[in-house]
Structure formats: C-alpha cells, structure tokens
C-alpha cells in the first residue's frame, strides 16, 4: 500500500475497515436468531441466502488472494500503479445461476493456469461477487412485496448490512482524500460496486419494512399458527361432544 500522508486519515481509514467488517461479519447472525425464536424460515426467501453464499465466497477468494499473494499484489501494481487495497425450496433459477457461476469460475481457472494470469482470475470473481450482489437482494424483495409484509426476515441483517456498505464506501474515500487520487476506485471496482448496490438494496428493503408494510408484521406467522393449532382446537370440540353425549345419559362422572 502506498504511504500515508496524513496519520489522522490513516487511522480514519483502519477504523472505518473495521467497522465495515463488523458490520458484514455479524450481520448474518440476526436472521438466524430470528429463525431459531420462530422455529421458521418463512418470509426468507432461499434463493437470497444461496446466491449470498456464492458471492461472499467469490468475494472471499478475491480478498484473501490479494491480501496474501505477492505476484497477485505486483501484478496489480504493474496494471494500476497504486497499492493494494418450511415447504420452501431454492427456484431452478437460482441453481442455474449458481451452477453458471462455479462452471465459469472453473473454466477461467484454467484458462488463467498456463499464463499464471493470477490477478485476471480474482478479477472474475470480483466480477461475480459484483453481479451476485445485484441480483441476489430481487427474490427477497420480491416475496416481500408478494407477500406485502417482511415478516420472518431479519431487518437486523439488513442495518448492519447497510451500515457495511458505508463504512467501506467511506473506507475508500478517506484513503483517495489522503493520496490526492481516485486510482483505488476504478482499482477496485468491485469492492466500489458491493458497497453501491448493497447501500441501494438494503434501502430498498428498508423502506418496505419501515413504511410499506410496518403493520403487517407478524399476520403471516399468526396465520401459519393458526393453522398448526387447528387440528388441536378439532380434537378438542370431539372431545367436549363427547363428553356432553356422555353427561346426557345421567353416568356417573368416574365412569367417563
């Protein structure tokens, strides 16, 4: 990474850093305590959390390959001259994505292998992450808006998610204001992109959850219990009918 010229910057840039990945690392976890409270999945749409999978995986691959390879770090200095920055189920169109990523991925592994052209590669799956990350918020939002209630998904997941997304968009412009330059920017497009759509998504969510739809939380998982309670409430009016045919021939209570 170039130099620092301003140390307040810097630190600016480390704290920001942080933050983004608190935010990123723990904002899964609200979704699965919501599940876990419900013993439900309903209102998650799957193919949100599948196609979320891939593309942190893509975005995984990308950073720990430019964190810790240095031909992958020298190769992106020598092309950009700056440092190193429960009846649901998953739809056929989210396996056919998913199975067109890992193919994709695949066949440009060992396009890259001959040449060792290592940067190309996790440029790919930054391009992946970036793509995944446009279309991978649609189905939630979608259901919700079917549904016009987001009940049974975590807004939990979506704060912290959003407040990730600032955090590293902010991250990147301190580090320009400090350099005089928007060389990482254009750099690193992807980490720009995941930041933008996230900001752009998480609103969208926001918005059906706090204003579209903010009385019509809990309508679905009351209506479901309903349902389950059903068989009961039946076995009970048989059970009460039974006794009052019982009481209509004078038996005594101890026989019943």
């Known amino acids: 990474m170039a130099s620092w010229n301003s140390f307040p910057l810097e630190v600016t ?5 942080w933050l983004a990945f608190l935010s990123w690392a723990i904002c899964g976890y609200p979704q699965i305590i919501l599940n876990f409270h419900r013993k439900s999945v309903v209102g998650l749409n799957l193919d949100y959390e599948i ?20 031909d992958i770090q020298n190769q992106y200095f020598d092309k950009y001259g700056y440092g190193q920055c429960g009846t649901q ?6 396996i056919t994505i998913v199975a067109l990523v890992l193919l994709s991925a695949a066949v440009c592994f060992f396009i890259a292998l001959p040449t060792h052209s290592w940067l190309w590669l996790i440029s790919i799956f930054n391009t992946i992450q970036v793509c995944l990350t446009i279309i991978k918020y649609f189905p939630q939002a979608l259901m919700n808006f079917m549904r016009k209630s987001t009940d049974g998904f975590s807004i939990g997941s979506i704060l912290l998610d959003f407040s990730g997304g600032i955090f590293n968009y902010s991250q990147m412009v301190v580090q320009s204001i400090d350099q005089g330059s928007w060389m990482n920017f254009y750099g690193n497009i992807g980490k720009v992109m995941i930041s ?7 609103s969208i969510l926001m918005f ?3 204003v579209l739809y903010p009385h019509n939380k809990g309508l679905i998982t009351s209506k479901i219990y309903e349902e389950i309670k059903q068989p009961l409430n039946s076995a009970t009016q048989i059970d009460e009918h039974i006794k009052d045919s019982v009481k209509s021939f004078d038996l005594p209570s101890a026989e019943v």
Request: proline share 0%.
């Open 196 to 202: 933008l759509v996230t900001i752009f998504y998480d």
């Open 208 to 210: 059906q959850h706090y």
């Open 51 to 70: 196609l979320n999978m891939v593309k942190l995986w893509s975005y995984l691959i990308y950073n720990v390959s430019l964190f810790f390879s240095s």
């Open 13 to 17: 840039y480390q704290v920001l850093g």
């Open 89 to 94: 189920k998953f739809s056929k169109f989210a």
